[in-house]
């Protein structure tokens, strides 16, 4: 007799992670497998500019339209019999605001894995666990000019390997993670957890890109989150760890030395009423260099804290969050604390659901600079240029603008 293998073609609307459906009773010379087409248009046109900059140069307003973070994605499962299943994923940006080709395939979460009772684990390039972990406080969900990663995680919103080619992707903790195995717990009793392993790879040999082969430095990447979410209530506490990753040798343009840049964050948000959310996040970062252009060890110590609250009634829905970004505390080789370093963000957003795939929304969004920070928009910066070399210190971004979003 022969079998039968089902093969469905759907198209769902989803923001990111692979949620698939509980595993069916099957035997193994029964394997059910599906295909799937996902997506997300995410469109808006904006009026941005950055001015103020204690020095170098500012950036008049102008307007733009921006594509942010729009997606299309593939992703298949294949039902292995006993409670096992088999999954891939194949996510790519697409800049519909101008069809750059920045946008390349799988160049956003993608992977290969196994799901069974045990969990879930998988490899390839994916959002890291600790920028999952409060992701969800974020109206925008981290995407667009008011993200919270204008403030949280350092220096904007990154996908890259352990390293990095610039300053901004070195020092993020807001980061997708090229090269990576993640395993994710199941869930108990409100219970789960992510851990990942961010492998050394091409990021060994080109200092471009991490280091040069010749500094017996081998660049690398932990990380891991737990959460618990009963009802109205989810709490979460993070935490990530960056070896080799040069940051402070980028910041000071010193030569490659060994190094350990850590990070750990908690947070908590309560729904009232089905209505009303209110949310808090405590972040602390800390980057150290072994040593600095033959001075010795130096560490740069940042604490930052996010509030945000939402309110949603029938297809209606309202946010207003704040952002700090607290004072550069340096030590090591003579640096002392950096004065006037400090930055803060406010942002609101209003969105109108025509439908569960169809969204128009309006956002506004200011981030204040102290005379020696230089926080950015943590999506779609300012400039396209150099992401934080751009504005200038001292110099203040802040936008508004009207978008829409359409999921398929």
């Known amino acids: 007799m022969m079998k039968l293998k089902r093969i469905t073609l759907a198209c769902i609307g989803v923001f990111g992670v692979p949620t698939f459906a509980a595993a069916q009773s099957l035997t193994a010379s029964a394997p059910l497998s599906s295909v799937q087409i996902y997506g997300t248009i995410n469109v808006d046109v904006e009026s941005v500019e950055a001015k103020g900059a204690a020095s170098g140069q500012n950036f008049e307003r102008r307007g733009r339209v921006t594509s942010n973070s729009s997606n299309i994605g593939f992703r298949g499962r294949e039902e292995l019999g006993y409670g096992l299943a088999a999954w891939f994923q194949v996510e790519s940006q697409v800049n519909v605001d101008d069809g750059t080709s920045s946008g390349f395939w799988a160049s956003r979460n993608s992977g290969l894995g196994l799901q069974g009772n045990w969990g879930q684990f998988l490899l390839g390039q994916w959002d890291s666990p600790y920028k999952v972990s409060t992701v969800r406080f974020d109206p925008t969900g981290d995407v667009g000019i008011a993200g919270y990663s204008g403030i949280m995680g350092s220096t904007g919103s990154v996908t890259a390997g352990q390293g990095g080619s610039n300053f901004a992707q070195r020092a993020s903790f807001e980061r997708r993670v090229s090269n990576v195995i993640q395993y994710w717990t199941p869930t108990f009793s409100g219970l789960s957890g992510r851990f990942a392993y961010g492998t050394t790879d091409t990021s060994l040999g080109s200092a471009s890109t991490g280091v040069a082969e010749s500094t017996n430095l081998k660049p690398s990447l932990w ?24 940051s402070l040798n980028t910041l000071f343009a010193a030569p490659a030395s060994g190094g350990r840049d850590r990070a750990w964050k908690a947070g908590v948000s309560y729904k009232f009423a089905s209505a009303f959310t209110v949310g808090g996040i405590f972040e602390s970062l800390e980057y150290r260099a072994d040593d600095i252009n033959g001075l010795g060890e130096v560490k740069r110590k940042v604490d930052n804290w996010y509030l945000v609250g939402k309110y949603e009634t029938g297809a209606h829905n309202i946010a207003v969050s704040y952002g700090q970004k607290g004072k550069e505390k340096l030590s090591g080789a003579g640096f002392t604390d950096l004065d006037d370093s400090k930055a803060h963000q406010i942002s609101a957003r209003y969105s109108y659901g025509f439908s569960k795939r169809t969204q128009l929304y309006a956002i506004a969004t200011r981030i204040t600079n102290e005379s020696n920070a230089f926080q950015n928009f943590g999506n779609s910066p300012i400039t396209p240029t150099n992401l934080f070399r751009d504005p200038s210190r001292g110099a203040d971004p802040q936008g508004y603008g009207v978008g829409m979003i359409h999921t398929f």
């Open 223 to 246: 990380a891991a989150m737990a959460a618990y979410e009963s009802g109205p209530l989810y709490a979460t506490l993070a935490f990530e760890e960056h070896k080799d990753f040069q």
